[in-house]
């Protein structure tokens, strides 16, 4: 089946600009995790839904990051005012484990480029 | 707080030289430590999980094991293909809920 999608692959913006960060998850999976990973970097964790409810977002980075899983499938993960140091590779991952007892599986994620 | 450390940052080999990668880990309680592996380009794609110390599972040319401290990563006789970067992580519960936090990884060159 599908793996985990996410678009676009490549986001050039120029700072301050807004931008949105796609992810379709496996079917069904009822853990989505959103990771942000730096050049030559493990990934960082972001945050985490279950289903729509986003049960944490200890790692998001500030104010401007905010995302969302309104019907508990497809998720968005928005950037405002992009800054330089928010380029980077972002991740997405489902589990169908709401505990981790199943591997996380992850997609191909978007390189965000800020100019 | 949970920690992973992985050594060496990057690993250059021949093919058929076998080595090991480290991973040490701190963390409250292991309920799991995981293995990927990171092609460039693409998502981690999932290679083992480990449970308790002692425990051992191998794939193909890899076999992954684990103390209380630390867990390793051995590749025997490596072939190109396995180039890559490998990445350890740590089941956390820190803030809250569950997650994988993860190592800065290893780069495995294998030379032909």
């Known amino acids: 089946g599908a793996g985990v999608s996410q678009s676009p692959r490549y986001k050039v913006a120029k700072r301050g600009q807004d931008v949105a960060l796609r992810c379709d998850p496996i079917s069904g999976h009822v853990s989505l995790f959103w990771y942000q990973q730096a050049l030559g970097q493990g990934p960082e964790f972001l945050t985490y839904f279950q289903n729509e409810a986003q049960l944490d977002k200890s790692g998001l980075p500030s104010d401007r990051f905010f995302a969302e899983r309104p019907e508990g499938s497809v998720s968005t993960l928005k950037i405002q005012r992009t800054q330089q140091e928010d380029s980077a590779v972002y991740l997405c991952a489902s589990s169908s484990d709401r505990t981790l007892g199943s591997p996380l599986h992850f997609g191909n994620g978007t390189r965000l480029t800020v100019t | 707080e949970d920690q992973v450390t992985q050594s060496p940052e990057a690993l250059r080999l021949q093919e058929g030289e076998s080595s090991s990668l480290n991973c040490s880990y701190t963390v409250s309680g292991l309920r799991g430590l995981f293995w990927y592996r990171q092609d460039p380009g693409k998502g981690p794609e999932f290679l083992f999980t480990l449970y308790s110390a002692g425990e051992e599972k191998e794939k193909e040319r890899l076999k992954a094991t684990l103390t209380k401290k630390e867990s390793f990563l051995h590749i025997t006789a490596p072939k190109p293909e396995d180039s890559a970067t490998y990445l350890c992580?740590?089941?956390?519960?820190?803030?809250?809920?569950?997650?994988?936090?993860f190592g800065k990884g290893t780069k495995l060159t294998v030379n032909p």
């Open positions: 992580a740590v089941h956390s519960t820190q803030g809250g809920s569950e997650k994988l936090v």
